[in-house]
T-cell receptor, first 110, second 118 residues
């Protein structure tokens, strides 16, 4: 399974943008980049995914490097509710299941 | 959309006992996944169903673990002869076949069942 590397933890101030990095240097051409987050005492929830182009949705933006070896999840204005563990996951179109790493624990300071 | 539900939410059992967890996926979802999560770690994949067929099993799924999904609806995960190392959060997720293939489908997770083996 292709692996991802994320910082263990990050801090942000409320209402400021947050950039969560993910390195995936062994990504293959058939791997999608998925981001999920897990709020305390809850199951993970989907945030965003992409293949090559940058993606935007109501929750976040995903910026994918041109060589696809890294990506950045962007929360445009962090709120206290965004405090969670964020997982960057690679998933093949051929059906490999999610392989979660330990993720990045994001703290949002008021 | 009522979401994925799991029961019970918490289970405390003594070592050697059998336990069974239930997962009710989102109604139109044909895919169902089980994961296990220990403290401070991300979820680990255990097994996957497409409709009623169990298509993938992780090496983590020892012969004490069995999962079923009769009629392609709800699923059960049974652990026989529980051990203290089985203490974890057991998460269920479901998804629907999308046009983009399995690499793109969004998994919706339930709240999990926390198992404590004494």
């Amino acid at each position: 399974d292709a692996k991802t590397t994320q910082p263990n933890s990050m801090e942000s101030n409320e209402e400021e943008p947050v950039h969560l990095p993910c390195n995936h240097s062994t990504i293959s051409g058939t791997d999608y980049i998925h981001w999920y987050r897990q709020l305390p005492s809850q199951g993970p929830e989907y945030v965003i995914h992409g293949l090559t182009s940058n993606v935007n949705n109501r929750m976040a933006s995903l910026a994918i490097a041109e060589d696809r070896k890294s990506s950045t999840l962007i929360l445009h204005r962090a709120t206290l509710r965004d405090a969670a563990v964020y997982y960057c996951i690679l998933r093949s179109v051929y059906g490999q299941n999610f392989v979660f790493g330990p993720g990045t624990r994001l703290s949002v300071l008021p | 959309d009522t979401g994925v539900s799991q029961n019970p939410r918490h289970k405390i059992t003594k070592r050697g006992q059998n336990v069974t967890f239930r997962c009710d996926p989102i109604s139109e979802h044909n895919r169902l996944y089980w994961y296990r999560q220990t403290l401070g770690q991300g979820p680990e994949f255990l097994t996957y169903f497409q409709n009623e067929a169990q298509l993938e099993k992780s090496r983590l799924l020892s012969d004490r673990f069995s999962a079923e999904r009769p009629k392609g609806s709800f699923s059960t995960l049974e652990i026989q002869r529980t051990e203290q190392g089985d203490s974890a959060m057991y998460l269920c997720a479901s998804s629907r076949t999308g046009t983009g293939g399995r690499g793109t489908d969004t998994q919706y997770f339930g709240p999990g069942t926390r198992l404590t083996v004494l």
